[in-house]
């Protein structure tokens, strides 16, 4: 049987993002996740668990459908769902292999890569469309999967495919929102951005590098951290990182742009918590660096800081979450040129996350253990540069995510050598 | 012991930020159940709004979001200095 649900305010922004990749030569808007597991991992079992999550679940069949002027929706298929899961020779590269997921157009939501490793270990990648969840979506994915390959006879979860984004608001409380989200809008516009792909965008295939820290690393990262941000607001730091990074790379090529601006985004849902899964439940804060706030780490840090603590004083995730819905019913086209004519055609200056603890609900996958593993979604250019980071086991990782032609090999290893320099105060 | 205020601030916490199982007290872990910057950031909010009491910023660290009795400690200290 059929049934319909409205695109979150998220989905349909990705929908815009989407829409303009498509247009360009660049593809999907995909993302793989990558799971490296150790020994033990028993493949009937997984199997039998994702089957039995894909057969509840709306994430194998869902559609989108979008009649004019109307919020677009997922329509849920009546075929039998079910996730692809392909088994591999031991001797495949994942990161070749997610690069070509990224690349390789798909009409399935998601799939399983299986890698067996010499060690007896396995590695695991599922590939999937931002459309139709978040990485942390992912991560409560995976998390319910090894739930169920660990108890066989437990029921798959029904509940976990709600929205938590939806609100409804008096009319004064909402016309509130959408005036503190109009004058931070208002205030971001006043300044020119610049993204590294230049404003129009350009076909090219997406490519990615996994950059890992190590444990003595991520510890020296951590104590940096904490001196500037007081062990608790690390968002800051590592933003004013990334930018910096970008910056390098600017200067380096003899100009620059009269900001950096770029959304963060927030998760609707609860911490601790363990669905909803499907759909992409994230609001956004934005945030913006002068070139003459960026010159030093810990000062730029600061700056971004009081950016976030004014942001969530005046709710603006939430706010900004209003105005999504209400985007939502703009056709998709008009959506995109909404977002290209208010930045110059850039979007954002790149694009930046960092989703904490990876997969943090689970030790064991399928009988083996959980060690390490990150998210690498693909992404659009503009602004053309993507840098996310995630942590297991105390270990950092940064994923950086760009499109072909959008930097040289020379700038890829300034962007990094900023961002270490940075991250490590070397 | 009995905190009747970490009590009211886990309670709120619970309604509001972090999901946590039943048994989850008032000692128990707060980053470990999920505490991210964000949270930190929309707690520190909801400690002004609804205990009216404004953190100093020394009080400002890890420390004191750790457990909900750290956090009313906190808010103690804040309200007698």
């Not at chain 1, 319910?144 to 066989?152: K, Q, S, T, V, Y």
């Not at chain 1, 090219?204 to 003595?216: M, N, T």
């Not at chain 1, 209003?322 to 290209?340: D, G, N, V």
Request: negative net charge; proline residues 6%; charged residues 25%.
């Amino acid at each position: 049987m059929s049934a319909l649900a409205p695109l979150t305010g998220a989905d349909a922004f990705l929908l815009a993002m989407e829409h303009l990749m498509l247009r360009h030569g660049q593809g999907q808007h995909l993302g793989f996740t990558q799971v490296r597991l150790g020994p033990g991992f028993d493949l009937k079992r997984f199997r039998e668990a994702c089957a039995r999550v894909a057969s509840v679940s709306p994430l194998a069949t869902a559609r989108v459908e979008q009649p004019l002027f109307q919020i677009p929706r997922w329509r849920i298929g009546d075929e039998t769902p079910s996730f692809p899961i392909q088994v591999h020779e031991p001797n495949t590269d994942p990161a070749s292999l997610g690069e070509a997921r990224l690349n390789t157009p798909t009409d399935r939501n998601l799939s399983f890569d299986v890698i067996p490793q010499p060690d007896g270990g396995t590695t695991l990648l599922v590939c999937w469309r931002h459309l139709v969840l978040d990485g942390k979506g992912i991560e409560l994915l995976l998390a319910e999967i090894a739930r169920l390959a660990a108890d066989p006879a437990a029921e798959p979860r029904t509940q976990s495919w709600g929205v938590v984004g939806e609100r409804s608001l008096p009319w004064r409380e909402f016309l509130g929102e959408m005036e503190r989200f109009k004058n931070r809008f208002y205030e971001n516009a006043a300044y020119k951005i610049g993204a590294l792909s230049g404003s129009e965008p350009k076909p090219g295939r997406a490519l990615c590098e996994v950059v890992k820290f190590s444990a003595e690393e991520t510890a020296q990262i951590s104590a940096l951290a904490a001196a500037v941000s007081r062990g608790v607001f690390q968002l800051a730091w590592f933003l004013a990182a990334v930018t910096r990074a970008h910056r390098a790379v600017f200067l380096h090529r003899g100009s620059e742009p009269e900001s950096y601006q770029t959304g963060c985004p927030v998760q609707q849902r609860k911490r601790g918590t363990r669905h909803p899964i499907w759909q992409n439940q994230v609001s956004q804060l934005f945030f913006r660096l002068l070139p003459a706030e960026a010159t030093d780490l810990a000062k730029a840090a600061e700056i971004l800081q009081e950016q976030f603590a004014t942001q969530t004083r005046e709710r603006l995730d939430l706010a900004f979450s209003s105005m999504a819905s209400i985007l939502r019913r703009l056709p998709t086209p008009w959506y995109l040129r909404f977002l290209r004519s208010n930045s110059g055609g850039y979007i954002t200056s790149f694009f930046y996350s960092h989703t904490g603890n990876f997969l943090p609900e689970c030790d064991t996958l399928a009988g083996a253990p959980v060690l390490e593993g990150w998210h690498v979604p693909s992404i659009s250019a503009p602004p053309g540069t993507g840098l996310f980071f995630s942590e297991r086991s105390g270990a950092l990782t940064a994923t950086l995510s760009w499109r072909e032609g959008v930097l040289t090999d020379e700038e890829r290893a300034l962007l990094w050598k900023s961002l270490r320099e940075d991250l490590l105060g070397s | 012991m009995t905190d009747e205020l970490a009590a009211q601030l886990l309670a709120r916490i619970r309604a509001d930020l972090v999901e946590t199982e039943p048994s989850f007290g008032i000692d128990d872990d707060l980053f470990a159940a999920g505490l991210d910057s964000m949270a930190i950031m929309q707690l520190t909010l909801l400690l002004e709004e609804d205990f009216a009491a404004k953190l100093p910023d020394r009080l400002i660290k890890r420390e004191t979001f750790t457990t909900a009795r750290r956090i009313a400690d906190a808010l103690r200290e804040t309200r007698g200095s």
